[in-house]
């Protein structure tokens, strides 16, 4: 499911909203999590997940096409944990 497709489904849930207010909000939230990830802030919303970032070690990888040994810095990643309530619901 991309973006548009939820922005589809909250709108047939939620019929009493213009579709454009129900865009606005996902574009919203969205930005507020990537923003709240770029300060390493952690965003749990009860339920659901909690989006955190974590921190990858410095490493010597491998270029594929000539198999020579590179450099590769340290950096960080999005990581998301489901809630157990998602877990269980799943399976």
Known sequence: MNKSDLTS???KNL??????DVDEASTILIEKISSSLQEKDRVEI???GIFSTR???SRI???PKTGSAIS???KFYPYFRSAKA?????N
């Open 86 to 90: 998602l877990k269980l619901e799943l």
């Open 61 to 63: 990888g491998r270029n």
């Open 9 to 11: 489904k909250i709108f």
């Open 72 to 74: 590769v810095h340290s």
């Open 15 to 20: 019929s009493f909203l213009k579709k454009q």
């Open 55 to 57: 921190k990858r070690a």
């Open 46 to 48: 009860r339920g659901f």
